[in-house]
């Protein structure tokens, strides 16, 4: 198991960071992204890559992270992708994408301890504050739209929280399939639930696994 950072480099500065424990809780810093609405001006580079919950694409610029989305299907997501970025220049690139991934799947899967991604994503203030609440929920763990909105002061702003989940351009390293409804049911994933169902039994069976490890570690 790599016990470093997966830090990646980036060709240009980076315009945002996630870092922290793959376990979580993850340091979520934007800046200004490189690139306009809909991806104005930006050229991004994407790649797939298998994990055991399902297909995933990422794409990037040269500063950073922009998209992830899950499904069994590359040209369901690539369609997804084009169509989020309908004024960006997107290509497939298997070397300074697929590094990317590399790092994702290391600490979904466990096998890296931590994570050390640059970012190149558009947020409102709000979304912010969502997102960087998400990025604290720990691995095997979820929560409630309700106690999202409690923490940030907001009780009453559960369907505005519920927006800004949705509007995560980033799954599984923002994770928004973390959030469930107020009874516990897996609702409101644009990858679909049962995408989120495996995402949250396949983190939960990785926390299990870790945990015994340290356990017979401290032996």
Known sequence: MDESPASITTTEPATGRLRGPAAGPLAL????????????????????A?????????????????????????DYLEAELRADYARAE?????????????????????DATELDLPMDIRATP??????????????GATRTYGAIASGLGRPEASRAVGH????????????????VGASGALTGYRWGVEYKRRLLEYEALVE????????????
């Not at 810093?29 to 797939?48: F, P």
């Not at 399902?54 to 499904?71: F, M, P, S």
């Not at 997107?90 to 070397?95: K, R, Y």
């Not at 995560?168 to 928004?176: D, E, K, Q, R």
């Open 29 to 48: 810093t934007v800046d200004a992204a490189s690139y306009g609405v809909h991806g104005a001006g930006a050229r991004m580079h994407y790649t797939l």
């Open 164 to 179: 800004a989940n949705g509007s995560n351009p980033t799954a599984i390293i923002i994770p928004c399939h973390r959030v």
């Open 50 to 74: 298998p994990t055991p919950f399902g297909l995933i694409l990422l794409a990037a610029t040269h500063h950073g992270v922009t998209w992830i989305g899950i499904h069994d299907s590359a």
């Open 90 to 110: 997107v290509s497939h690139d298997n070397a300074w994408a697929a590094s990317l991934a590399a790092s994702v799947v290391a600490a979904m899967t466990g």
């Open 208 to 219: 299990r696994s870790v945990t015994s490890r340290r356990v017979r570690e401290l032996r």
């Open 126 to 139: 709000f979304q912010l504050q969502v997102w960087r609440a998400l990025c604290a929920i720990p691995r």
